[in-house]
């Protein structure tokens, strides 16, 4: 992999995250790791601007609910779909120029944020087994005897939740105004479809910001 060039490499994680997502099963744990993203980026939301987070709830068809209190609503309606989009990124990113060292503390990184949202807002069987899986799932590329690198794991999760942020939001256009794009319509006047594509848009544009970005002076090796 690491022969190959950094737009190269995108495109075989792009092609990888499309296949697996119509693998029945396979695809799950990443349905629920960008299920996860976006409920978490709604109550760190509701964290950073004073309000609290009373419980997630993850479901097995890759739905999921965050309720929180306080803190300023809109930024936490928008903060889903907007910050799902975010972690990918950024996931990726640093993976990308991660060595094997620093990859496996960032696996214990991501594996020590579903812990605390498991000990801390999960208070359903559901949403404890579907973490319960992450935690597996997550755990599995520490081991060597793998076929593929810790590096690769992580880059493959955060495109596969780029990906699908950028198609989530379209599901919104269903007609049944539910769901963030509706809450905020509702806060803002603004019609659902704005927020739509404005969620769309800024998937897009980190996609793209992965195209373009320099590679990395340390490059992943795990």
């Known amino acids: ?69 306080g803190g300023w609503s809109l930024l936490v309606s928008f903060a889903g779909y907007a910050g799902s989009a975010g972690w990918g990124y950024l ?39 579907i973490l319960i899986v992450l935690l597996a799932m997550y755990s599995l590329p520490l081991y060597r005897r793998l076929w593929f690198s810790v590096a690769s794991f992580i880059r493959l999760v955060g495109i596969f939740v780029m990906i699908e942020s950028i198609r989530s939001p379209l599901y919104l256009l269903d007609g049944r105004n539910i769901g963030d794009g509706a809450a905020l319509a509702q806060k803002t006047g603004l019609p659902e479809i704005i927020w739509i594509a404005l969620w769309f848009l800024l998937a897009l544009f980190l996609l793209f910001q992965l195209w373009r970005s320099r590679p990395s002076a340390s490059s992943a090796t795990a």
């Not at 995108?10 to 799950?28: H, M, Q, S, T």
């Not at 990184?109 to 801390?120: D, F, N, Q, W, Y």
């Open 1 to 69: 992999m690491n022969n190959l060039s950094p737009r190269l490499q995108l495109l075989v994680f792009i092609a990888a995250a499309f296949v697996i997502n119509y693998i029945p099963l396979l695809n799950l744990p990443f349905l629920w790791s960008q299920t996860f993203f976006h409920e978490i980026s709604h109550g760190f939301a509701a964290l950073a601007t004073g309000g609290s987070i009373h419980n997630i709830v993850l479901r097995f068809d890759g739905s999921g609910q965050c309720t929180t209190s």
């Open 91 to 129: 996931i990726y990113r640093i993976a990308a120029g991660l060595n094997a060292a620093s990859s496996k503390i960032m696996v214990f990184a991501m594996i020590s944020l579903l812990v605390g949202t498991l000990i801390l807002w999960a208070r359903d069987v559901v949403t404890l087994v």
